[in-house]
């Protein structure tokens, strides 16, 4: 007699999102990686010395402004280490690897906070519109105005991306009816 030991099925503890909403997620958290890699590409290129989308490139240089190495190394290289975080977290929620049971909670949350950007994005759209319909009272600093086009469009991306991915990767409710129950 042979006697086969199997390991009996185990309940997932965060249920799969419908396929439909996941596909949807996919979209949203796509377009939240293109805008965080727009603005990374940016700032790459600002790293390495490029001066491209700056009106003052000399302002930009940290050695000018006296920082600490451990302050350069952030001016030149901490938004796009943040920007690498926010494709981790939103290609987190939609793919297996991230389906872990303290690590979904966790990237939905990071995800909430993550969709601010899009209120910093359309903020700053609502003032680079104002500046192109003549209110020079806006000051542009260092940047050309198409930059600063280029980055707040970039912002409401990789908000709404966040956003829309943590909403569609919610977990599944249950589908037990509610009862009420007769108050007295």
Excluded at 6 to 14: C, D, K, L, S
Aim: hydrophobic share 45%; aromatic share 10%; proline share 7%.
């Amino acid at each position: 007699m042979t006697v086969v030991l199997t390991r009996p099925p185990q309940a997932n503890p965060h249920p799969d999102v419908p396929a439909d909403r996941q596909r949807h997620a996919k979209a949203f958290a796509y377009l939240g990686c293109a805008g965080a890699l727009g603005y990374g590409a940016m700032k790459v290129v600002w790293a390495l010395g490029g001066t491209v989308g700056l009106s003052n490139p000399g302002h930009f240089h940290a050695t000018d402004n006296g920082l600490s190495a451990p302050e350069r190394l952030f001016d030149h290289w901490g938004t796009q280490t943040l920007a690498g975080i926010a494709i981790v977290i939103l290609l987190g929620l939609v793919y297996p690897w991230g389906n872990r049971p303290i690590l979904r909670p966790l990237l939905r949350t990071l995800a909430w906070a993550g969709s601010l950007m899009a209120v910093v994005g359309v903020y700053g759209l609502i003032l680079i519109t104002l500046y192109f319909a003549g209110d020079q009272g806006i000051g542009r600093g260092d940047l050309y105005a198409g930059t600063y086009l280029f980055t707040y469009i970039c912002f409401t991306m990789l908000g709404v991306g966040f956003a829309g991915t943590a909403w569609l990767t919610r977990p599944r409710r249950s589908s037990a009816p509610r009862t009420l129950s007769p108050s007295t």
